[in-house]
């Protein structure tokens, strides 16, 4: 047999459900003054509001007019609107569909939903082709640079190159490599021999040469890698030198004599 809860009160006896019913009504009665103080038009927008985290009525109202539900839906709307604005974006939707699609510019963005691309890579390509670049990446480059055509971006290119002793040495090491090989090997009075292969240069080193009425852009190399034969048959290790102008694939001046570079 169950054991029933009766509380005295004032004017008789309260039976369990009586209590839990005055209960009840006593947490709506605070429910409902707790709405009308935070200005919610209804308890159930109140209820609504505290289970989705938001802080005032203003802030519920906002969110159902964007169709949001909580109020971290609501933060990360606000955040993704200053973001748009600061872009230019019209509005938070397009914002996000740009940001998804991995566009940043709204310009952008557009020209490719004109031109049915879905992906920056895509519309990069196509304006590449059609400013005739074979690369989109050279194609961005130039623009960043203010150039319209490849050549122009070729031309500036060279001129940068040429002006790093490291970029103009390394670019035409190989063309040195081949011309200059028969040149010092002429200087030999005797047999030559390299001790170069597939992963070995002739040269090691390179530098502006400073002999005058050289042209712009001549490189002096350097290297140690030969033995040469004397006229009694001993080799002897020497170092050798290329003055060479890649404009013309030209060697302008070799010399050599015994001995090994420093390391």
């Not at 400013?131 to 150039?147: S, V």
């Amino acid at each position: 047999m169950g054991v029933g809860v009766v509380l005295v009160v004032a004017g008789g006896f309260l039976g369990g459900q009586e209590i839990d019913r005055q209960r009840e009504a006593e947490r709506l009665a605070a429910e409902s003054a707790a709405a009308d103080a935070a200005g919610y038009a209804s308890v159930e927008d109140y209820r609504a509001a505290q289970r989705a985290g938001f802080t005032g009525p203003e802030h519920l109202a906002e969110a159902r007019s964007l169709g949001l539900e909580t109020a971290e839906a609501l933060k990360q709307w606000r955040e993704a609107k200053v973001q748009a604005e600061r872009l230019g974006f019209s509005d938070v939707p397009s914002f996000r569909a740009a940001v998804e699609a991995g566009f940043s510019d709204p310009a952008r963005w557009a020209e490719a939903q004109r031109r049915g691309f879905e992906t920056p890579a895509e519309l990069d390509a196509a304006l590449a082709a059609e400013a005739g670049f074979d690369d989109a990446e050279a194609w961005r480059q130039a623009r960043e640079l203010g150039f319209e055509t490849e050549a122009e971006l070729a031309a500036h290119e060279e001129a940068e190159c040429r002006s790093d002793l490291r970029c103009w040495g390394e670019k035409h090491l190989s063309s040195a490599h081949v011309y200059c090989r028969r040149p010092i090997e002429r200087l030999a009075r005797g047999d030559v021999e390299w001790d170069t292969g597939l992963l070995t240069d002739r040269f090691d080193r390179f530098m502006w040469p400073q002999e005058e009425g050289y042209p712009e852009g001549a490189i002096r190399y350097i290297g140690d890698r030969a033995k040469f034969q004397n006229g009694f048959g001993a080799w002897l290790n020497v170092i050798y030198l290329c003055d060479f102008d890649p404009a013309t694939d030209t060697v302008l001046n070799v010399e050599a004599g015994e001995g090994r570079l420093p390391e």
